[in-house]
């Protein structure tokens, strides 16, 4: 997008007042969004991102700017007003700027940027064709493929040139149901860092049906009862809790100021002995998983608790330095407007002993959460609170009534301690998690575990 | 970009009619951490919105690249998305409206404060809120932001509408820590008048609110008489008003498709749209060059008229209402610059009837805990006890249930704070007659 005569130009300007390290990133992502709406094709979306961002870090200081002017003066501009918020003498200046070869691991069939439109749209049409059609009470269907053809090229004050380019399609279904008086939502989203033959290689109608089927059935469901309870949390989007209330105390961001109730705790228990938890960020093809970080370091598998050890934080460069530890190649960002900063990638509770069937017998009265949608998390308290998509109450260890209107609360720390049993259905399921960097994608994923006991929220008085 | 040779390309390949958003944003973001700046960033953007009519249809396209491939990019993009769309939606690029109020609440002055002052004022805050109380464990950061929008609008019918914005905010993050519990809480102040900031009620106001949390607790599950600041009153009436979006009554998911002209809401409570209000949210026109204007929305309880955009007031056969909102090209109904009048008392004589209640003043999990279709809400809450007319000790961890349609028919007051919220509402606490808590 630039020379490289153009960027070590840029980089030394940079570093012109003292500053230690220096960076330029820059994207062109090309990003399409195709509808189908109760049958009809709505105009597709697409948008071209395109820009750079500057980064100059002195210390535990950083300095950053981003523009979409890209010519010279343009970025040298902004290079020379970012200087200025340091004012020292030059420390170092880079000669020369070198390729790093990036290794390829999410090799793809069909590129995204190939694909016909009318393609597309039959896919589309035939998901939304399967929800509408399943039952009289769907008055929405919606089914979206959303695409993103991302080109990245970073220059640091390392010498380094890195260039990569990531492709990823989701598919998102959702399905409204109505009833007089009621009306209930349900949805499915799944994705890959990957090309079209992803699409091609799933089940839709599957996937489309089985969002119509809990929509209807939660349109005749009672309110769930609120208080605490043992749930058994069920495998793949189930995930989003540990990505929550623990993944986010994890990443360095918050450990490094000591905000975190996970800080200082390496090598402490800090989880209930059957769980083991991971952040891979070099899953083949995997929806948050890319070849490098948008730092230009190689993503790794991070085991982060094992056992209910805590093994290891996420850390980026800048955050690394305040605490002593080199990046793990965690350093994301939604896009060139956004610092980069620790961020998950794919991560899951790791597979555990029992079956999902031993975990549901195992208690008399409780909940079954078997998808969630949503959650928040405060960082600095650890308080957490999820949405339920589907649940059941459990009754003398079977499945019983499909209840709505359920939500989780709890705190990060205690739940870790409180997953007591962990089954050996792991799955993953994908998501967009928003942080400081941005909206950036992300594989939650667990096996079915089983919580002696948080809070349920809900409408539906005491469990009885 | 050049204006004129995008409409000519968009002539010459066929569009119908065409129209150009052009956004430029610069902005300044600065926030210190333990006594040294730990971020200073620039920011500068621009975004060129297009959409077009091909065949009848409305295409559209984005782009923050803006050089000479963008006029060829953006036609090509708004054909192919025309050619394939089957939507109900009207497709007009808009003549223009008889008439346009078009003032300006752009602040000169904000920029010709020094960065340096600006920067100075945040070591200042740190260091008083490290100072403000013992149990103040950290202060996670002191930020401080300028933002500056310059927006305009061009069709092929020549009408040119052009809105210029700044604002600066002050914002800071603080943990307090008492035994094992902790407690955060986010301060954050918004204008675009630089002389109305003051740094001394700015630190007290952060310093209380995470100390007044300290030592929150559960309270007993049952049904109480619930009071919500006016914060959180934006947040829940934003929820509601979605339903008054016409698109949503369009396809069916509104609580409010009947309701035209009855009963949304309790007799206290009356909503304006008041976008020309002289506040850094002022709007003159909307997405499609529609022009604003104040008007009822919720008048003692009932409902004066919906949301439109030009699609939808067309098909429904009324004057557009200018709520058209542009998202990456497509319109949807936007709902901004909303005003919940204000009631006669302040918020003491609001509470002062309450024997046992719950102030809630924060909520959590609106987007996941909160269906907006059915009305149906199961949140994450955290406040204060009320007890005999006064606010009593802080609870934390409960959760408040209910349904939207029920509590705005259960207010039984409305307080008269009348505070400018960060969403563009401006609203003020309300007091609802009963909502189930669970400890």
């Not at chain 1, 153009?6 to 012109?16: C, I, M, T, Y």
């Not at chain 1, 990531?166 to 399905?175: I, M």
């Not at chain 2, 621009?46 to 990019?73: C, H, P, W």
């Amino acid at each position: 997008m630039i020379t490289k005569k153009l960027a070590l130009e840029v980089l030394n300007v940079a570093l012109s007042t003292g500053g230690d390290f220096a960076e330029i990133f820059l994207e062109e992502t090309y990003s399409g969004n195709y509808t189908v709406e109760n049958g009809k094709t709505q105009a597709p979306a697409t948008s071209l991102t395109y820009g750079a961002g500057i980064r100059i870090l002195k210390g535990l200081q950083s300095v950053y700017g981003h523009t979409s002017d890209l010519s010279k003066k343009g970025l040298l501009n902004l290079a020379t007003a970012l200087s200025a918020g340091f004012d020292g003498q030059r420390v170092l200046s880079v000669e020369k700027l070198k390729n790093v070869r990036v290794r390829k691991n999410h090799e793809l069939e069909k590129s995204l940027e190939l694909v016909d439109i009318n393609e597309i749209v039959e896919k589309l049409k035939i998901t939304n064709k399967v929800m509408k059609d399943y039952d009289e009470k769907i008055v929405r269907a919606i089914s979206v493929l959303l695409t993103d053809v991302r080109n990245i090229t970073i220059f640091n004050s390392e010498g380094n040139a890195f260039t990569d380019k990531q492709e990823r399609v989701r598919l998102v279904f959702q399905a409204i149901a109505m009833a007089p008086g009621a009306f209930e939502y349900s949805y499915n989203g799944p994705g890959a860092h990957k090309g079209f033959e992803y699409v091609e290689g799933l089940d839709l109608e599957k996937i489309a049906r089985d969002v119509a089927d809990v929509a209807v059935r939660k349109l005749t469901a009672a309110e769930c009862p609120s208080g605490k309870m043992p749930v058994v949390i069920g495998n793949g989007f189930g995930g989003v809790i540990f990505h929550e209330a623990c993944g986010h105390p994890l990443e360095a961001s918050s450990v490094s100021k000591g905000l975190s109730p996970f800080a200082g705790k390496v090598g402490k228990q800090i989880a209930h002995p059957a769980v083991t938890a991971v952040d891979d960020g070099t899953i083949v093809n995997g929806w948050g998983s890319n070849n490098i970080d948008d730092e230009g370091v190689k993503t790794k598998k991070n085991v982060l608790i094992k056992n209910g050890i805590l093994q290891s934080y996420l850390v980026d460069r800048f955050n690394g330095r305040r605490m002593g530890i080199e990046s793990n190649g965690t350093g994301r960002r939604q896009n060139y407007t956004f610092e980069p900063t620790s961020r998950m990638s794919n991560t899951y509770i790791a597979a555990g002993k029992y079956t999902p069937e031993e975990i549901i017998s195992s208690v008399k009265l409780g909940l079954y959460a078997k998808s969630l949608g949503g959650g928040q998390v405060n960082p600095a308290t650890g308080d957490f609170n999820f949405a339920c998509d589907e649940a059941y109450i459990i009754r003398d260890g079977k499945v019983a009534e499909l209840v709505k209107g359920a939500s989780l609360v709890g705190n990060g720390a205690d739940i870790l301690m409180k997953i007591d049993m962990v089954a050996n259905d792991l799955e993953r399921a994908q998501g967009m998690c928003g942080a400081d960097s941005g909206s950036v994608p992300v594989d939650v994923g667990q096996p079915t575990i089983r919580v002696s006991e948080i809070t349920v929220g809900g409408r539906g008085g005491a469990l009885q | 970009m050049n204006v004129k040779k995008f409409f000519e390309l968009a002539k010459e390949k066929g569009l119908e009619a065409a129209e150009l958003v052009i956004q430029k944003n610069k902005g300044i973001e600065m926030s210190v951490y333990d006594e040294s700046v730990e971020k200073y960033t620039l920011a500068s953007t621009i975004n060129v919105l297009a959409r077009g009519i091909y065949k009848g249809k409305m295409g559209f396209a984005m782009s923050e690249k803006d050089d000479k491939t963008t006029a060829q990019y953006l036609v090509a993009q708004i054909k192919m998305s025309a050619g394939v769309s089957e939507t109900e939606d009207l497709s007009i690029i808009f003549e223009g409206s008889p008439k346009y109020r078009k003032k300006s609440f752009f602040n000169k002055e904000l920029a010709t404060i020094s960065e340096s002052t600006k920067l100075e004022s945040l070591f200042t805050i740190e260091k008083a809120l490290k100072k403000a109380h013992p149990l103040i464990t950290s202060v996670s950061t002191v930020q401080y932001s300028e933002i500056e929008s310059d927006y305009k609008l061009f069709n092929s019918y020549g009408l040119k509408l052009t809105n210029k914005q700044n604002y600066f905010y002050y914002g800071t993050w603080v943990v307090a820590k008492e035994g094992d519990d902790v407690k955060s809480h986010v301060e954050v102040f918004l204008d675009n008048d630089y002389s109305k900031f003051d740094a001394d009620t700015f630190v007290k106001k952060a310093a209380d609110g995470v100390i007044e949390k300290l030592g929150g607790k559960p309270c007993a599950t049952k049904d109480y008489p619930v009071v919500f600041n006016p914060k959180m009153t934006a947040s829940l009436l934003a929820a509601y008003l979605t339903s008054a979006s016409a698109d949503r009554v369009e396809k069916n998911t509104s609580l409010f498709a009947d309701k035209l002209n009855e009963r949304v809401a309790s007799s206290k409570v009356t909503v304006l749209d008041a976008p020309l209000t002289a506040n850094l949210f002022y709007r003159y026109f909307d997405d499609e060059g529609v022009a604003k204007t104040n008007k009822p929305i919720i008048k003692n309880g009932i409902l004066q008229t919906f949301f439109h955009n030009l699609s939808t007031a067309t098909k429904m056969g009324v004057e557009p209402t200018g709520h058209g909102r542009n998202t990456g090209g497509r319109i949807s109904v936007g709902i901004s610059n909303i005003t919940l009048k204000p009631g006669r008392n302040d918020f003491d004589t609001l509470i002062k009837d309450i024997k046992e209640g719950v102030f809630i003043t924060e909520l959590m999990g609106l987007h996941s805990g909160l269906n907006t279709t059915s009305g149906d809400f199961s949140l994450q809450a955290a406040g204060f006890m009320i007890r005999d007319g006064k606010v009593a000790e802080p609870v934390n961890l409960i959760t408040v249930a209910g349904n939207l349609v029920k509590l705005f028919n259960d207010v039984k007051a409305v307080a008269n704070e009348n505070e400018l919220q960060l969403s563009s509402y401006t609203t003020s606490s309300i007091l609802v007659k009963s909502l189930k808590i669970a400890g």
